[in-house]
């Protein structure tokens, strides 16, 4: 997983909520793409709900997990916007 990974999952159109899924087990929630900065050292990720402000380096970034469907990204690009609506 790469900074340029995650920048990919901020341009999606529509945008799709991510987590972050970091090397010590958590995830950090992306719930907008104003919520996150992500440079070659560094990953600044606010969570809206609790104001926590979360600053890691993105080396212990290892998936993105997309709350749709809850998709998982395994090496390859995310997907191009959220997964087919079912027709009803």
Sequence with gaps: MTVDDIRTALRQTPFVPFSIRLADGRALPVK???F???TRRNLIVVDPDTDAIFWVDPMLALSLDFTPGGIKSSGEPPPNGPPPAANT
């Design 36 to 38: 996150i900065t992500a």
């Design 32 to 34: 907008h793409p104003e």
